[in-house]
């Protein structure tokens, strides 16, 4: 699956329906952060990864 999505930036339909099947509206959600680019990779010396929302702050303009 990495390398159909690497190759071509998209996620073919057969995979988000796999996924929303198994996770159901969760897919959703988390596909929409990677979309908007909201998702970071943190890897640490010995080689773990873990990935973190980003966290954005919200300005009120009142």
Not at 10 to 35: C, W
Request: proline fraction near 3%; charged fraction near 20%; glycine fraction near 4%.
């Amino acid at each position: 699956m990495a390398a159909a999505v690497q190759e071509s930036a998209r996620i073919p339909d057969e995979y988000l329906l796999s996924l929303k099947f198994l996770f159901g509206s969760s897919a959703t959600q988390a596909l929409d952060l990677v979309d908007r680019q909201s998702i970071t990779l943190i890897a640490s010396p010995s080689g773990r990864r873990v990935y973190q929302r980003s966290l954005t702050r919200l300005v009120s303009n009142s």
